[in-house]
């Protein structure tokens, strides 16, 4: 029996200094990225190779970066296997990836449009003014309390019992509080900013523009967005999804279990860092995940004997 694949592509936080590089030296269609990325956003590829991390680690370089390493995974996997998958998703930045992977969003748009969306999210909220923690327990007990406090709410659903809430520092520690109290584990996190809250309205108004005047084509194959958490295969309804994203919570778990009801049964994690294969595991444990991020990991499906391969095809 055939497998059906969904693509996966990271957000931030998976970055590393030389991401992609012996993806560059080793395939042609990576080089290509690389060279593109370079001439769209000049400077950056050094960023990516040599860093330094701090600079590398700053959002309007972080999130362009991720999209051409995990652009240059893809397109190498695809290159040498000859596969394609059924659907494809993206965590929060990761979704512009997915859509470059679909062919609806050229690079060059992506990493224009990731550049700037970096750079308003980092100056959307003054630094110390907001905060972000992971909850580690029953997500309606995260929601609930985030309801009974004004400046707070549920930002990604990472995983069945992980639930990161972002906003102004005091509703996030008055949150973290109480559902400490009510026997939740609260892990504050070291961000540059509240992502997906409604401190983020700014940066959604700032890119909207940019957003509406992005060219957007034909899907290849269907993505889940992260806000609806259901499949899209319009384009004239990209731009909202994406404005929307920026206060928006990213509801993967929900995600994971809309591509696991088309019938996908190997989720393929495209990028550096394997935070998406973790969160797999632990919303659906029997699924097959497979991570490709380095020339090794490609060269292990071109390794692949025809029969082997035949079984991963998207049929």
Known sequence: MSSRIAALFPGQGSHAVGMGTDLSAAFPVAEAVYAEAEATLPGLRAVIETGPLEDLTLTANQQPALVAASVAAYRA?????????????????GEYSALVAAGVLSLADALRLTRTRGTLMQRAVAPGDGAMSAIMGDPAVVAEVCAQIDGVQPANFNAPTQTVISGSAPAVQAAAAELKARGLKAIPLKVSAPFHCALMA????????DLRAAAYHPFAFPVVANVTAAVNDDPARVSGLLESQITGAVRWVETVRALADLGVDTFVEFGPG?????????????????????AAEVQTFERMTPAERADLTTS
Do not use: F
């Not at 695809?78 to 494809?88: F, I």
């Not at 595991?281 to 699924?287: E, G, S, T």
């Open 77 to 93: 996997w695809q290159d040498t296997t000859g596969l394609t998958p059924v659907v494809a998703a993206g965590h929060s930045l």
């Open 202 to 209: 700014p940066a959604a108004a700032g890119l909207a523009p």
């Open 274 to 294: 394997k935070v998406l294969t973790g969160l797999v595991k632990r919303i659906l444990p029997d699924a097959t995940v497979v991570n490709v991020g380095t």
